[in-house]
């Protein structure tokens, strides 16, 4: 079936580096992406979102690249903190529908 | 405040039993979503609704059932049929159209014992 990322690796970033965390989606029908941040215990929260119309967008800290050639997204993270330390989640939609497909998530796991 | 809440936030079932979820929302969103999430692991869709009435399996269906009496509300039943229920179960809600984030309760542990 069609799937969004499927494995859920572990990312350690020294506190103040970059972080990139990636994900393969394989609806191609899919032009609606959100980047979630799940802290233990917790419910998702949003960090980004981005549109199929459109390769790249920025937050505060963060930004999302999409490459829809190749069917992927990543999301980058700024000077790491150890609040940034969480599961995060790419999810994908389509405009046609409301059927929002998680992928298996990132751990990070900040080092001071 | 808006928002999403779930309940209760820990639950202990029998087997055997069933045992219902509750997600209530007063966002005036259309869609909800049942969530499961086994340790370690992504997010399965289990259940959705898009309108007061209407709902449509998602990937894990199989064990679980759900109602939209309310615009509000969207519970999840785990039957006993559900094999291995042990797991962190999410509710959510967005607006309809499919180009918007969802917002997520803060989850259900549910323990079978």
């Known amino acids: 079936g069609e799937s969004v990322g499927l494995h859920l690796p572990t990312l350690s970033v020294q506190e103040g580096d970059n972080s990139i965390i990636n994900c393969a989606y394989s609806?191609?029908?899919?032009?609606?992406f959100i980047w979630y941040k799940q802290e233990s215990g917790k419910g998702p929260q949003f960090i980004i979102d981005i549109r199929s119309n459109m390769d790249k967008r920025q937050g505060q800290r963060v930004t999302v690249l999409l490459n829809k050639t190749v069917k992927h997204l990543s999301l980058q993270i700024a000077a790491t903190q150890p609040g940034d330390s969480a599961v995060y989640f790419c999810?994908?939609?389509?405009?046609?529908?409301?059927?929002?497909?998680f992928g298996g998530g990132t751990r990070v796991l900040v080092k001071p | 405040d808006g928002g999403i809440t779930q309940s209760p936030k820990y639950l202990f079932r029998k087997e055997g039993q069933n045992v219902t979820l509750s997600c209530e929302q007063n966002?005036?969103?259309?869609?909800m979503y049942w969530y499961r999430q086994d340790p370690g692991q992504g997010l399965r869709l289990i259940y959705y609704s898009q309108i007061v009435n209407d709902f449509q399996k998602g990937d894990i269906a199989e064990g679980y059932s759900v109602s939209r009496e309310k615009k509000e509300s969207f519970p999840l039943t785990v039957t006993s049929a559900q094999k291995n229920p042990t797991a962190f179960y999410l509710c959510?809600?967005?607006?309809?159209?499919?180009?918007?984030?969802?917002?997520f309760g803060q989850g259900t542990r549910l323990t079978v014992v």
């Open positions: 966002l005036n969103h259309d869609a």
């Open positions: 609806n191609s029908a899919s032009d609606y």
């Open positions: 999810a994908e939609n389509q405009a046609a529908g409301n059927k929002l497909t």
């Open positions: 959510a809600s967005s607006i309809l159209g499919g180009q918007a984030e969802a917002f």
